[in-house]
Each structure stands twice: as C-alpha cells, then as structure tokens.
C-alpha cells in the first residue's frame, strides 16, 4: 500500500512538473509594494487555533526554582546533586543553567525529560522537595507558566451550569397500596423486567433487552438497581429507571453494596487490559461516582472481602493475622493501623451496633477463641475459649440481639501430608446474649452433622437443618433472657436443605434445592408449629421472599437447569398464586424495602387493630376483583363474537357445499352422526359379560 | 371417570383413530401389529397381522369397510375390516409415515420417508378395487417433496385438495388436479406431529414439537388459535360437541429417563378452543401421549401413549356441565 501511495504522489507531483514545464507559467507572486489587509483569523480562522504556538514541545521541560546560587567553581558539584535528584525519574535530555554575568547560577534550572509521561510525576512527586535547610526546591512544568501567564487579568464568574433535579428516588414506597416489586432476569436476549406485583395481576413497570450482560443486584435498601457490563456497572433508579452513576470497571464479578448504600465495591479477577494499573475491589461513592480507595486482594478470602458496618462508618477485612479497619468517609486506616491478632480467621459486624465479632484458631497450645471486640475504641467485650475446634462459623441476630457462633468440632485429628484430617465431627452452637451483662453465652451440642442454621429475622428462635440423609431433622430452638436455649420442635425425616424464614419472622420455609432437593416446600408456622402446607416445585433452585412476608417466589433457573424454568408464586401460607413458565428465566428479585420508620409502639398499635384495616383490605380486594373479572369475561365476549362471526361464514360455506359432498359418499347425509339413519345397518353385537357357574345340587 | 385401558400392544401407539360411526377405535403400533377395538367396552375386536415393522400411520375409510396402515417396513397395505384380511399390499422405497383415505375413499393418500437416498414423495392411489393387481399400479399423482418432509397430512372434504404438514414446521396445500402447490404457511417452528379436522373439516388443528398446538383455517390456512404448553405436543383433537381441545405430548422419549413422570408432564391437557386458556388436565398416561381423538359423539375420548397403553375415557357429567363464563 505504502508503496502504491509514493507512486501516485510522484505520479502527481510529475504530472505538475509536466504542466509547469508545459506552458508558461502565470506570475503569483505579489508586487513589491503590496500590503497584505487580509488577517489571519479572516483566512484559516478554522485552523488557527492549531497555529503552533511557542510553547509547544516543551511539554518535557520542567523549571526547578530554588536552586543555591553557587558560582562557577561549583556548578559542576550542583549539577550532581540536581542530576541525583531528577535522573531516578527518567531520562534527562537536556539541562540549562541561567549564569548571571559574573558567572554565578540564577537559582533556578530548566531539566527536558526525553518523555512527557514523566514530567507529570516528577513535579508532584519533587515539588517542596527539601535539599538543605535554606534550600527548597519549586518544582513546575514550563508550559505551567505560559498558561498561568495568559490568565485574563478579569476574573469572570463561571456560568453556573443548569440544576438538574434528581428523580424521585424513593416513588416506589409511595405506592398507595404498598405493592412490592419484583425484577426478573431472561438470559436469551438478557432482558430485564420490572413488575409491580399488583393485584390481582401483576403490571409491567419497565422492560429492557441487554439490559445486563450477566446478572442484576438491588441496593440493600432498594432505591438502585446495579446492571452489570463488560464495562463496569450501571446503577438505575428512579420512576423511569434512568442511569443514576457509572462505575466503570472492567469485567466485574461481584458488587457489594454498603448496609446505607453510601459506597458500592466492585471486584474483578479479570480486569482491564487496557488498564492494567487497575486494582482489582474498588470502593465507590454511590452519591458522586467517584472512586474512594482501591486494593488487590491478599489470598484467597471469600466475598465480600470488606465487610460495613452498620452505618457504613468502617469497613474491615481480615489479613495474615490482622484485622484491618478501614473508616469512611477519610478511607485511612482507623487509628493508622490494623489490629494484630494472631491466627484470625474470620470476623462479622454486628448488623446493630459497632462491634465485630472474629474467631482465632487454634495454635499449639493456644486455644481458639471468639472474641467480641468494640470499635473505635477497641474494647474487648467478650472472649471466650473454644478446644478442639475445626471451623466456626458466624451468625449475628438480624437485630443484633444475638451472636450464635457455629463450632465445628472434632474429636480425634491427624495429619496427613499437610493436610489436617479431622474425625468424629460434631457441632457446637455457641449463643452470645449480646444484651445482658457481661455477655452470658450458652451452648448447644448437636452430634450430627449440621446442613443449614438460620435465625429468625425478627424474634429470637433460630431453626436448623441436621441429621444425615434421609434421616434429615429440623429443629427449632428459642433463646430468652437468663435462660439457655430451649428445643420447642424437631420435625424428623424431612426432605430439605434450605431454610428461609419469613422477612417478618414467624414463618418459615423448609425447602429442597438443587439436584439432590428435588425441590420439595414446606411451609410451616412457628407459633403453634403447624405445617401448612406440603408441596413442591421441581428442579427448584431459588427461594425468595418479598419484603412484607406475604409473598414467596420460588423459581428454576436457566443457569442451573435447562428445561422447565420459570417463577411460581406462593402466598406465605403455602398456597399457589401464580405460575410462570418462561423460557430461559435466570433470575427473580424482589426490590428491598428500607425500615419502617414505625416505631414498635406505632407497629403494635396496628397489629392490635388488625380487625378494623382486615374489613377495608377485603372489601377493596373484593373489588379489584370483580373488576377484573368483569374485564376477562368482556375479552372473552369479544373473542367469543369474533370466532362466532368467523363460524357462521364457514358454515354457511359449508352448507353450500353439501350436495358435492353427499356425490362423494353414495349421496348419504354423513354430516351428522344421526343425519341419515334410513342407510344404517344396524349390526347387534354381543358381548360376553360374566360367567357363572352354579352347582346344582 | 373411570377409563378403559386397552392393554394389547408390547410396544408404543403411534396413531389412534375412531371410525365414523364411533363404535370402533383403530390403534397401530411400533409393535407391528394394528388392532381394533370396541370402543364401548374397550373388548379387543381383532389384529390386523402382516407388517414386519413398526406402524406409523392407520386410516379408516367411511363406511368401516376397509382399513389402510403405513408401516417402517416399506409397505402400506389395506386390510378388509370385517375379515382382518390383508387385501392389498403396496412395497415402497422407505417408511410410509402418513396415509389417509379421502372424504369419498375412492382414493387414498401416503408419504413416504425421505430415506436410503430416496425422497419424501406424496402418492395419490386409486383404491376403488382391491385385487391382485393392485400392487402393481400405477399410482394417479406422484408428488416429490424436495424440502422437508411430510410428517402429517388431511385431505379437504371435496377430494380436491390434500394440506400436509412438514418436519420443519412448514404447513402446505396442494391441488390435485395438478399437483401443485396452492398455498404454504409457516407458523411452527419445529415438526408438526399431528394434524386433524374439526367436525365438518372447515378448520384443523396441528400438533407441534415446538410446544404449541395451532388452529387453521381450511382454506386460507389462516392463523387462527394458538395452544400453548411446556412441552412438546405430540397430537391434538377438537371435540365434535364442545368448544374444546385436547392436546396430547410430553417429554420426548429419550429425554424421559432424565425426569421424573410428574415433570415429564405426560397428561391430557383441555383448552377451549376459542380463550386458549387451559381448563382441565387427565393424568394416567406414564410416558408421552402420542395420539389423541375424541369419539365422534364428543361424549369421550382416547389417548394412546408411549407407554403402549390406550386409554379411553368417558366424560362425567360435570364435564358437560362446566361452562366458561362471557
């Protein structure tokens, strides 16, 4: 190609040189006297502001002020000492010494870096640079001059940009009827949908294709909705759903929300390659979409890595025996450094206060350990010592009344190439009354292995899941102040391996995922432990429950299993609502809801007068009802007009044609089973019914 | 509602057919042997034995006077209904997967496989009389099919016209004068497994591997009514009395042993004809149904499944009393 273009440029330029040489030549040049009154800008004012201006290509060339004045029998010594500064930057081209007449220095340097890139560094990183006592070195890029030069003696005040009001985040908790919504995921075309589950259908809130390329996540309180991308991650919110921030991320695997929705983790493995200076977690301000802090990660850890605390005032993540704090909104270090503690493991927050909860294993003849420690302040509120430990396991109350700490425990161990080999496992259950004095704290030993544990959100029973298949029992126990755990119901044999209780507590479902599940439903009342109903949803692989508790979703999804995907609905009593099958469906989300600002005192009051709200509930669901049953038997009436419409001309068609169809068949009338009975032969047929052998005597 | 299982085939039904009158139920099988049974008690009446192969495709002409079965042999042969008799006997290249007689049965309708090279070919035959030399006969119109193949196919009730139904969804109507094509629609996307007539052959509808079941207009071949399920739809009939249609399938047979039969989703499944919307569904069946139809007094229908068992239910009264309000 490169070649191609030369020839026809010299072909060009040749074809010019035959015109030149041609003919004669017209004379362009101007006359002498000529006075040019055309100005630039009048001519190529277009391309004026490319004009090269005296500055440019000098781009490397920094101005280091400060320098000691020193006369010439010390330059060379100064020059050294400038180079030993400058060189560990890049490479120094060029450098210029201003001498004064007399020949000493002016006190200030000019350095030309072989690379632009460079330079940016090099004034941050040696400006105010110390050399002596009397000497500090200012440190500026040359072009900094000219530009700081040519600013305009007359300040103008900026024009303030237009306000651009921010949607109403929070529209959907206005919603007269409090109708939860819910997000469903469809990977064919990776379309997402919003419905508003409504009664007594749900309505489409907002449909999109390509809304995600993998999967969606709500914010913890419900206002975003987190879309991921090759990109990065996308953040909606608002009645239409509009962008709110960007994060731009390359190929990010898991997000993690803080508990307020201040910040926004982001993690990808893979990262950019076309930023590869890119760490891997980046902490994000949701509000501003700026980027607060970023790490790789130190060994493997499970997500999230950085855990919040409640009020998103610190975040921590365990390191090789360290605990590290973090504090928002500075991101340093909570008291510039990481609390040492040998052997730690894992920690939790408390989903209440500002206290972590971590356990230590075990190291010779140190024993392992839980510990309950306050921050900032560092106060240890509890410890307890824990022997023969495996694994623990932490679980915190939702509203932070209690820590139950599951304790894997063995009792013999070996040690094989490396590998330790715990036998004879059995379970712990270590209950932290987070509330009393001095904390109290109260076990129970389950000798079985454990399958599933779970608190109730709002209460103080905890269920869980133990016994070896098929002997598979769940139990529930229930914590109260001064007193240790109390086994209210063990239901034996039961099919599950998943338990979700009801948002509100209360209620429970005991639920068979995955393969193995075979995606059994138990739906069960804690209060009097009533099963209330027993069923099951094939190939289930997720539960969900809505916000309010009064709904259940369960659904197969395409990512486990290919056929047969789709979502039902339950109510929280067990009963099937609705069925939808839908080809390909990944994912179903409720949108969470933020705490009720209700005080408990407002919530009783309510419960108390259930009876008075109950009659007007009914009464609109009654209508909503009719309503929309007085629309179905309107769409079917129409319908029903229409195909009749369509009948009435194929019959009458039909009717037209009956002489041709009667030539067909001997002119016998078969249009109707009896139409023609002169022409049938009746055949009798008889059928053996029953034998009887009756002796006689 | 108890039904009659008519337990006399070893091997899978293929297609099950009522003749005219309803008394009788004619069932072929993979298991090479065709029977016929009373449809009242569900007594065998009898076998038609002779083909070395499975049984694809069964017809009764109008009158129950001959009986037509297209076989994985390479033969269609005709049989006298009242003798059991083999009366006619035609040797083709490949496998004969539809046959039906037309609304006169003066002629008779079969396609071929596209097979060992050959093509899918639709024959019209003369079957007026049925003697030595039928065999050997010319058939009245032979159509090569060049795209995909015929997997089911109706005659018109004038004997003008045949609609076939093809491997790729592909819907046809030929004229028989000339034996072109008249019209084509292509409203499936994957294998029509069965098409069958309302009671006076003005709409038909198809059973599809692509889970749906259509209704169609005769003439046009307009769209009219779509059936939707979970799983294939292996066959589906209208009831002759009611706004009513039954769709038969399931789960493929060789993806069964993968689930359980409660997911295989092996019932009978009623639609209303005109809303679409499901209203009953009739269990019994533990493999894929593979053929339904209703009798033609609509008060009972039959199913015969990959199970190798045909069951004929009787409606309960609260069939007949169920309404859909409009």
């Not at chain 1, 991650?233 to 991320?249: D, E, S």
Request: net charge negative.
């Amino acid at each position: 190609m490169a070649k191609k273009k030369t020839d026809d440029k010299s072909d060009e330029s040749s074809k010019l040189n035959d015109s030149d040489s041609g003919s004669e030549e017209p004379n362009f040049s101007d006359p002498e006297d000529y006075v040019d009154d055309i100005s630039d800008s009048e001519l190529l004012g277009d391309l004026l502001h490319q004009k090269p201006k005296e500055t440019d290509g000098y781009e490397n060339v920094i101005v280091v002020d400060g320098v000691p004045q020193v006369g010439p029998n010390r330059l060379e010594k100064l020059k050294s000492v400038i180079n030993k500064i400058f060189n560990k930057f890049g490479n120094i081209v060029n450098e210029y010494y201003p001498v004064t007449a007399d020949g000493t220095t002016k006190g200030y340097v000019f350095l030309e870096y072989s690379n632009a890139n460079h330079v940016l560094e090099v004034v941050n990183l040696t400006n105010n640079w110390k050399l002596d006592k009397q000497h500090t070195l200012s440190v500026n890029l040359f072009t900094d001059f000219d530009k700081y030069d040519s600013i305009p003696d007359k300040w103008e005040p900026p024009t303030p940009s237009p306000y651009e009001g921010q949607a109403d985040l929070h529209y959907y908790l206005l919603d007269p009827d409090a109708y939860d919504q819910f997000a469903v995921v469809t990977v064919n075309v990776q379309s997402v949908q919003i419905w508003q589950n409504t009664l007594p259908e749900p309505t489409l809130v907002e449909e999109r294709n390509n809304w995600t390329q993998t999967y969606i996540k709500w914010s913890p309180l419900g206002t975003y909705l987190a879309t991921f991308h090759k990109l990065g991650i996308a953040l909606w919110a608002g009645p239409q759903f509009t962008q709110h921030k960007k994060f731009t991320h390359a190929y990010v695997q898991y997000i993690d929300f803080s508990p307020c929705e201040k910040y926004l983790v982001t993690f990808s493995a893979q990262g950019d390659p076309a930023n590869p200076d890119q760490k891997s977690i980046i902490i994000w301000d949701v509000r501003t979409g700026l980027e607060k802090r970023s790490f790789n990660p130190e060994g493997p850890s499970a997500w999230p890595i950085f855990r919040w605390s409640h009020d998103d005032k610190y975040f921590g993540r365990v390191g090789n025996d360290v605990l590290s704090i973090y504090e928002t909104p500075s991101f340093g270090l909570l008291d510039k450094k990481s609390i040492k503690i040998n052997g730690i493991r894992d920690f939790n927050w408390s989903p209440t206060d500002n206290v972590v909860a971590y356990w230590v294993a075990e190291d010779k003849d140190v024993p392992a350990s839980v510990t309950l420690l306050e921050l900032p302040n560092r106060n240890e509120i509890r410890k307890k010592n824990l022997f023969n430990v495996a694994d623990c396991k932490i679980h915190w109350q939702k509203s932070g009344d209690y820590l139950c700490v599951k304790v894997d425990r063995y009792s013999k161990v070996r040690k094989e190439k490396n590998e330790t080999k715990y036998s004879g496992m059995y379970c712990n259950f270590e209950i932290f009354h987070m509330r009393e004095k001095q904390v109290p704290v109260d076990s129970v030993e389950i000798k079985e292995p454990i399958q599933a544990f779970a608190w109730e959100p709002v209460g103080t029973k905890f269920a869980m899941i133990h016994g070896e298949s098929p002997n598979i029992n769940v139990s529930f126990y229930e914590v109260k102040v001064g007193l240790a755990p109390i086994l209210l119901k063990k239901f034996e044999k039961r099919a599950c391996n998943h338990l979700f209780w009801s948002p509100g507590g209360q209620f429970i479902v005991l639920a068979g995922l995955g393969a193995n599940g075979g995606g059994s439903l138990e739906f069960v009342d804690t209060n009097e432990f009533l099963v209330m109903n027993t069923t099951d949803h094939f190939q289930m692989s997720d539960v969900e429950w809505d916000p309010t508790g009064r709904y259940i979703f369960t659904g197969v999804s395409f990512w486990k299993c290919k056929v047969d995907t789709g979502y039902w609905m339950w109510s929280f009593q067990g009963k099937i609502l609705k069925r939808i099958n839908l080809e390909r469906f990944a994912q179903i989300l409720w949108r969470p809801r933020p705490a009720t600002p209700l005080t408990e005192k407002q919530q009783k009051e309510i419960k108390k007068n259930l009876k008075k709200y109950y009659a007007q509930f009914e009464s609109k669901d009654r209508m909503r009802q009719s309503k929309a049953s007085k629309e179905l038997i309107e769409k079917r009436a129409a319908l029903m007009e229409k195909f009749n419409q369509y009948r009435e001309q194929q019959i009458s068609r039909w009717e037209e044609k009956k002489s041709r169809r009667m030539a067909l068949r001997n002119n016998v009338d078969t249009d109707e089973l009896d139409a023609d009975t002169d022409n049938v032969e009746e055949e009798i047929v008889e059928f053996f019914v029953k034998e009887e052998i009756i002796p006689i005597d | 509602m108890k039904p009659l299982i008519l337990q006399g085939h070893e091997r899978s039904i293929t297609q099950i057919k009522y003749n005219r009158e309803g008394d009788l139920l004619f069932s072929a099988s993979k298991d090479n042997k065709p029977n016929v049974w009373y449809s009242l008690n569900g007594e065998r009446l009898g076998s038609f034995n002779g083909h070395q192969g499975a049984i694809w495709c069964i017809d009764v002409d109008w009158t129950t006077t001959k009986c037509m079965t297209g076989a994985g042999d390479n033969t269609c042969k005709i049989w006298d209904c009242e003798t059991g008799k083999e009366t006619g006997n035609i040797p083709t290249a490949s496998s004969v997967r539809t046959c039906m007689f037309s609304y006169s049965a003066n002629m008779a309708v079969y396609t071929t496989d596209k097979a060992m090279k050959q093509p899918c070919e639709i024959f019209i035959i003369d079957v007026r009389t049925i003697d030595d030399s039928f065999s050997r006969q010319e058939p009245i119109l032979r159509i090569p099919i060049s795209g995909s193949r015929v997997s089911s196919i109706l005659w018109d009730n004038l004997d003008e016209s045949l609609i076939t139904g093809h491997e790729n969804g592909e819907i046809i109507q030929w004229d028989l004068k000339t034996g072109k094509k008249i019209n084509s629609i292509k409203e499936h996307d994957q294998l029509i497994n069965d098409m069958q007539w309302n009671k006076d052959c003005t709409m038909f509808i198809t059973a599809s591997k692509d889970h749906t079941a259509k209704l169609f207009d005769a003439e046009t071949l307009m769209l009219l009514k779509t059936y939707k399920t979970e799983r294939p739809v292996n066959s589906a009939a209208i009831s002759p009395i009611a706004e009513h249609v039954v769709l038969g399938g399931g789960q493929e047979a060789m993806e069964v042993t993968t689930t359980s039969s409660r997911a295989g989703k092996f019932d009978s499944r009623f639609f209303h004809l005109v809303f679409e919307e499901e209203f009953a569904r009739v269990k019994g069946h533990f493999g894929p149904i593979n053929s339904v139809c209703f009798h033609p007094d609509g008060k009972s229908y039959a199913s015969g499944g990959e199970d190798g068992f045909v069951r004929v239910h009787s409606f309960d009264s609260s069939y007949f009393e169920y309404n859909f309000d409009y």
